[in-house]
């Protein structure tokens, strides 16, 4: 919790997440996208691109390989992959999108020590000036995509903006708050929570294998909040109710109500 003080994270700058210039097929040990700052050692993860039908979303092809070798145009990666991510196509055929990866490592890391138990939470409200940049935040967050109850109690999400105002001058940036290449893994619901929050940047951020929206604006009330260029795979939430959108609760990348 952070209320009135400044905090600045800034870990090593790196690609957050690229587009890949070829189509990565089962059996590469190869991918192929313009990148800086990857290293060996580093987690990848290609989504699962391919089309199901009837609403069935399960993400069973996304794969989390390792970065063996990275240069700039090529990435030599282990395992080798065990499944096509093909582009997208029109109706015609004609290859219209690549797909992207994005880099899961970060040099600072926040992670609960243990996520079976009482987990962390990020949260940061009224006068905190937060700039946080090229950080992990790793299964965080006690707040689930269950009905929320006495043991669900609303508000602990893995990386919490809660009524922002920000510093009472703008960022060098101009900006009110920064969230800059970050990524959020595993968190138990929402990846990036911006709730009556404004005037913030939300930007080149990584959200993987989060309950319910991926990122997310809280009460339809947040004002001048710049999200632009961020990578969300796998969110999730509990399927067949109507109202889980409505909620959040449900598989969406973002999720803006009003």
């Given amino acids: ?13 790196k690609t957050a997440f690229a587009r890949l210039t070829e189509e990565p097929i089962a059996g590469q040990g190869q991918i192929f996208a313009q990148t800086t700052g990857w290293r060996p050692g580093d987690r990848l993860v ?11 979303v399960k993400f069973a092809e996304i794969e989390t390989p390792q970065v063996i070798v990275a240069a700039q145009n090529a990435v030599t990666i282990q395992p080798a992959l065990a499944f096509d991510h093909r582009g997208a196509r029109d109706v015609e055929g004609t290859l219209r999108f690549m797909p992207h990866v994005g880099n899961l490592t970060r040099s600072i890391r926040i992670r609960s020590e243990n996520p079976a138990g009482t987990r962390w939470h ?10 946080i940049r090229y950080v992990s935040f790793v299964n965080l967050g006690r707040t689930t995509t269950a009905p929320l109850s006495g043991s669900n109690l609303l508000g602990r999400y893995s990386l919490h903006l809660h009524h922002v105002f920000g510093p009472t001058s703008p960022q060098p940036n101009g900006r009110q708050f920064t969230l800059i290449g970050n990524v959020v893994e595993g968190g138990s619901k929402w990846g990036i929570t911006v709730h009556n929050s404004h005037y913030g940047l939300i930007q080149d951020n990584v959200v993987y294998n989060t309950g319910g929206a991926g990122i997310m604006t809280e009460d339809g009330s947040e004002t001048g909040n710049i999200f632009e260029h961020n990578f969300v795979v796998a969110p999730g939430g509990p399927a067949g109710d109507e109202n889980n959108s409505l909620l959040g609760r449900q598989a969406s990348g973002l999720w803006f109500p009003g």
């Fill in 1 to 13: 919790l952070v209320w009135l003080g400044s905090v600045r994270l800034h870990g090593v700058p």
């Fill in 122 to 131: 990020v949260i940061f409200v009224d006068r905190a000036d937060v700039d």
């Fill in 46 to 56: 290609l989504p699962d691109t391919t089309q199901p039908g009837n609403g069935d």
